[in-house]
């Protein structure tokens, strides 16, 4: 059973930062592209960044120069550093992974979430 756990949320000031972790577990063979995602209520959640397993990464317009998403490929965990941030960031940030594991019936692929971090900009 694949899992992924998130940590770092909270609450800061504008201008503040914060960085979030999430760390994959259970019969993983590999990981492929790792990506941060938000959502606020009532609307779409969106992609914030992306990395792949070569460490690549691609960001959302708005945190461009502001979030670096990073991964640590022996401890199977992605983090989002986030910097400079706005009112307008307050949302539910999720990780999600693309993973190769080992299951009874053999090799399985497949997207995980995380749980959700809240993070909430106060003006």
């Known amino acids: 059973q694949v899992q992924l756990v998130e940590s770092g949320g909270g609450l800061v000031q504008s201008g503040g930062s914060l960085r979030l972790s999430c760390a994959a577990s259970?019969?993983?063979?590999?990981?492929?592209?790792m990506a941060w995602y938000r959502q606020v209520p009532g609307k779409e959640r969106e992609l914030v960044a992306t990395?792949?397993?070569?460490?690549?990464?691609n960001y959302l317009d708005s945190v461009k120069g502001r979030f670096t998403i990073s991964r640590d490929n022996a401890k199977n965990t992605v983090y989002l550093q986030m910097s400079s941030l706005k009112p307008e960031d307050t949302a539910v940030y999720y990780c999600?992974?693309?993973?190769?594991?080992?299951?009874?019936?053999?090799?399985?692929?497949?997207?995980?979430w995380g749980q959700g971090t809240p993070v909430t900009v106060s003006e």
């Open positions: 999600n992974a693309n993973i190769r594991s080992i299951g009874t019936m053999g090799w399985i692929l497949n997207d995980y």
């Open positions: 259970g019969n993983i063979f590999s990981i492929n592209d």
């Open positions: 990395i792949t397993s070569g460490g690549s990464t």
